[in-house]
């Protein structure tokens, strides 16, 4: 007969029986390979798709559409380099420099637009409507058409001249980009800060290809040190 297993010996009153360990399967290094190939894609293809998605978006025509996609592609990439290296401080740089990527270039983009080439223009206020932000103050945005009649692109602007309700029916001056790209703007907006936002806006993307190199060398080197270790063990 076969023996059946042996009984454990019952433990003295008070005394706890330690918990088993857990075997957790040996960790895997990943690819380099693929690691290289991530950081590739993820350093140099997401930040160029997110500026360019973002440089449309400062079409109000285009704005919504465009900024979906680069928030996916911003979601794509912070994914991508997750992969590559999944430390605090990686994802952290990451979510900065794509925050700044989703609000920077298109400010810059039309301020630059509208001070080569906006024309000052008088229109007259015929709606406003009011907006509040998350931090509780009330923001004011009017609808305007052209006193001379002419059709006006995105005939909507927030800024001087346009403060509540009262200011309905008054007639103020806006610039308008003849092209018809840029909204209209107050005259009185600080144009030459948004306009140095183009610089920052090309260095974000190399930014962030950056952290997706430091990235994958710190992930390349350790683990080519454990390979090493293995090898000399």
């Known amino acids: 007969m076969a023996r059946g297993k042996k009984p454990k010996r019952p433990l003295a009153e008070g005394v706890v029986r330690p918990p088993k360990r857990v075997r957790r399967p040996p960790s895997r290094d990943p690819d380099p390979r693929t690691v290289r190939r991530t950081a590739w894609l993820t350093g140099l293809v997401a930040p160029l798709l997110m500026l360019g998605l973002v440089l449309l978006a400062s079409n109000p025509d285009y704005q ?3 900024m979906i996609a680069a928030v996916l592609a911003l979601a794509a ?3 991508g380099i997750g992969f590559v290296r999944a ?3 990686v994802i952290a740089s990451a979510v900065l420099v794509g ?3 989703m609000t920077v270039p298109a400010a810059a983009l039309r301020a630059e637009l509208i001070s080569h080439r906006g024309v000052r223009t008088e229109v007259e206020i015929t709606a406003a409507h009011r907006a509040k932000s998350r931090n509780g103050s009330v923001n004011w945005s009017c609808d305007i058409r052209r006193v001379d009649g002419r059709p006006l692109p995105h005939a909507r602007f927030a800024g001087s001249g346009c403060s509540g309700r009262d200011s309905v029916g008054r007639t103020t001056d806006v610039l ?5 790209w ?3 703007a107050s005259p009185y907006e600080d144009l030459a800060f948004l306009r140095a936002g183009l610089r920052l806006s090309g260095a974000l993307p190399v930014l962030w290809g950056l952290i997706a190199y430091a990235a994958a060398r710190r992930t390349l080197r350790e683990s ?3 390979d090493g270790r293995k ?3």
């Open 231 to 233: 090898r000399g063990g």
């Open 87 to 89: 430390r605090g401080w």
């Open 64 to 66: 919504a559409p465009c």
């Open 99 to 101: 925050v700044l990527l």
């Open 176 to 180: 308008v980009d003849p092209a018809g």
């Open 224 to 226: 080519g040190a454990r």
């Open 77 to 79: 990439g912070i994914i």
């Open 182 to 184: 840029a909204p209209p």
